[in-house]
């Protein structure tokens, strides 16, 4: 066992000062068909509630399959982080990884690197352009578009509304916001500015009420990321507007749910990350054995949104809670 | 008292120049609307707390880069207590949390007293540290308080006189604390021990102040403080990404500290100096956003405005020592 573990701190020093040419040695030479035997890992680009949701999902497949899953988090959630998560990985000998990459245009040469010695998946965020085998996940421009739908529901009148988003170089964000702003063209809602807050609740917040004083006569927020949700649910609590602005928002946070079971939100559009991480798993295990066939034409597996407002989230809610096994 | 006016003078510059150019941009002042002189003096109090706690360490000539960590632990480890569960009673959670806060404070003192390590390096591996430990708490899931805790809930989000009042809560504890921690530093012998030590440590010890235990004692006021402006973010935010989370607040303490005439090298600084140098940090991000400058610009603001700051101070003080 120590010497095994010695091995180990070896190889991922060795990867570390040596780059990714080395990476891929140690799992050679160890051919093992049945399930039971096979190791996949599944990579996330940050800890959140999101993924435990996902990791849900991957302990499903596991108990299903009998392999094995290695769940690796970045701690704060960078690409060099992912990088030496996936070059360990390797190293460690798994058969094949699933990864949601932070930044995939740049990243590109190091998954096609880990490509060459296992099969490579990605899931919740794509790299198009390199060799992975196939994309599992949201497509973030139609969420963006099933928000503007529930837009033009919630202000049949029109009106004035702000978008609330983390960072806006991250792809997700410019899709979702794209798919709002194409779906709101033609309609008399107007987006006003879309302000940031560097994954800060608190800014996050701040923004929220900065908005309602800046523009009174908002008439709607909308929150692109998981967590903008409940930042603008309190900035708004916090202002006293609850009920006079509309909120719309992304992803299932606890405070969001209580907010759209509250009739505070209008509605949340929500991905279904347990599904990203129960297939992910199933098809790098099919992968794994030689079998191709669940693989699409365009290499693409949409897992589609659902928009949940109070009529269905009592029943959402209920399910989530079954899936992640929380009381 | 010249460095407060010079720091004073700048923070109205501030506010006359950007509501001037508001005013003949759009034709009316949105900075000075009730709305949102409500919302900036909570965000003053709430991080102005953290400032406080930060200037005791800082006039020792120390700093304490553990803040943005403490503030998330503390958060969490507040928001399970109480919410998880059957949860326990505010009555024992909030000096369970404030215990804690001061031993974490203890334990830097001793370190940097008896053991002789530098306050940077105690510090920072503390910022990664009680991350780490705020994080395998809470296995990586959001924490909140619910709806629940309506009267401590008060204490982060409510207003004074009434609740349509000007006065948020935040800014009120923020104000009595600030007095608290003014009469402690310029009105007890303490105080003065405090500053003499942050000037000249061997100086200080040779005329009989008790430094090691001055400054341990410093480092256990300045967690303590920050553990109260844990709680109050924790409850005003109620939603705690383990982590993300109170990230860079550390450096918006300090940047206020320095802001506000204290010296990093120890031994100067006063009390309204910090209120005001915290106050201006915010009162920049606030009109960032009202003015509707783009985001990105933000951090270009804030950083250029403490540099000016600092520049202008460190001008006043030259000119003051070439008169004297």
Known sequence: MITFLIGLLLASVLVGCAGPEQAAGPHEGAPEPAAEHIKVAFVTNNASDFWQIAKAGTEKAREELGCEVAFRIPPTGTAQEQQQIVQDLVTLGVAGIAISPKDPENQTAMLNKAAESVKLITQDSDAPNSDRLCYIGTDNYQAGVAAGELLNKTLPNGGKIMLFVGTLDAQNAQDRKKGIEDTLADTNIEIVDTRTDETDRLKAKENAQNALVTHPDLACLVGLWSYNGPAILSGVRASGKLGQVKIVCFDEEDETLQGVKDGHISGTIVQQPFEFGYQSVKLLVALAEGDASQVPENKQIIVPVKTITKENVDAFWARLKEQTGKS | ?324
């Open chain 2, 1 to 324: 008292m010249r460095k407060v006016l010079g720091l004073t003078a700048l923070l109205l510059g501030v506010i006359i120049i950007a509501c001037s150019w508001e005013y003949l941009g759009t034709g009316n002042v949105k900075f000075l609307k009730l709305e949102n002189a409500r919302n900036l003096l909570t965000w003053i109090g709430l991080f102005g707390i953290l400032s406080l706690g930060q200037a005791f360490v800082i006039i020792t000539g120390g700093i304490d880069l553990s803040v943005g960590s403490v503030v998330a632990l503390l958060g969490i480890l507040a928001a399970d207590l109480l919410a998880k569960g059957e949860g326990l009673s505010p009555i024992v959670v909030v000096p369970l949390v404030l215990t804690l806060a001061a031993v974490i404070g203890l334990w830097h003192g001793v370190l940097v007293t008896k053991a002789r390590m530098q306050p940077f390096v105690v510090t920072l591996c503390g910022l990664f540290f009680y991350r780490g430990i705020a994080r395998v708490v809470s296995g990586d899931e959001t924490r909140g308080f619910g709806g629940a805790f309506p009267r401590l809930g008060w204490l982060a989000n409510g207003f004074l006189p009434t609740e349509d009042g000007l006065l948020p809560v935040p800014f009120v504890i923020f104000g009595l604390l600030a007095a608290l921690v003014a009469g402690f530093l310029h009105l007890t012998p303490y105080g003065r021990h405090l500053f003499a030590l942050g000037a000249n440590e061997e100086a200080a010890r040779f005329s009989g102040v008790r430094t090691q235990r001055l400054k341990i004692a410093a480092y256990a006021t300045c967690s303590f403080i920050t553990g109260i402006g844990a709680l109050l973010i924790a409850l005003n935010i109620n939603s705690l990404g383990p982590t993300n989370f109170g990230s860079f607040y550390e450096l918006y303490a300090i940047a206020g500290v320095v802001l506000g005439g204290c010296s990093l090298r120890g031994g100067s600084g006063n009390v309204l100096g910090v209120i005001i140098g915290a106050a201006l940090i915010r009162v920049l991000t606030n009109l960032v956003s009202i003015l509707e400058i783009p985001s990105q610009l933000e951090y270009v603001v804030i950083g250029g405005a403490i540099l000016f700051g600092v520049l202008l101070d460190e001008v006043f003080t030259r000119r003051a020592g070439a008169a004297a």
